[in-house]
């Protein structure tokens, strides 16, 4: 088996793909390992990571004078330095607002906050364009603003133009969920019918009902939160 530690200059066709390979596993490893969140809440150590990792990781398929155990060596080095970060952010916050900053007020009571918006370098242009963005077409409309720490702007309306909800009108309502998936391509969900209290015998019962014989002729059946069920035929 071709060695594939050695430079690039050393390696054969055959020992250049099987790295190849190895480096694809390697990104796929530290991708699946990265901290769940959407695009918008990586803090900058999370892109100052990405920039070295994807440089690292890729570098010994194109620099012939790259040793690739020098770079798993630097890609655990980085991994493990990221991930500390992160884990010490969670346990402190004053360390937490050092590496993901803090919140920044830009309307307080209706009013601007002109010194907020000069230091943060948001001008009138693009506060407009989050508030047209959130539907609230009048700065008169707006009680507070603030600049959240992944760049987006976070609006509350004032008190007389919020939304009535159910509550405020005294409407009692049933608490909601999402729907339990019952059957999966034919195959009863035994587990996720005990969780609802229920038998593979009352669903059948129920599909029984429907006209439906064989429970392997349902595609999808699903419980939603009242308990009513759902189902499609394959």
Known sequence: MPNIFITLKELSPVGFGLRAVVVGIMLYFVSR???RRSA??????DFTFFWMMGGLIASPLYDP??????TITAVVTVFLWHHAIAYFALKSRPFARIVYGTAVPLIRGGKIIRGNMKRELFNLELLLTQLRLQKVGSLAEVEEATLETNGEVSIIKKPHLLPVTPKDLN???????????VVDDG????????????????????LRK??????KDVYLAVIDSMGKLSYSVK
């Open 40 to 45: 918008g809440q990586y803090a900058g150590f």
């Open 33 to 35: 390992k990265l901290p």
């Open 210 to 215: 429907e006209g439906i014989i064989q429970v």
């Open 65 to 70: 004078k790259i040793n690739f155990i020098n």
């Open 187 to 206: 195959k009863v969900l035994v587990d996720n019918l005990t969780k609802l209290n229920h038998s593979e015998k009352w669903l059948k019962e129920q």
């Open 171 to 181: 409407i009692p309502v049933v608490s909601g969920g999402g729907a339990t998936i």
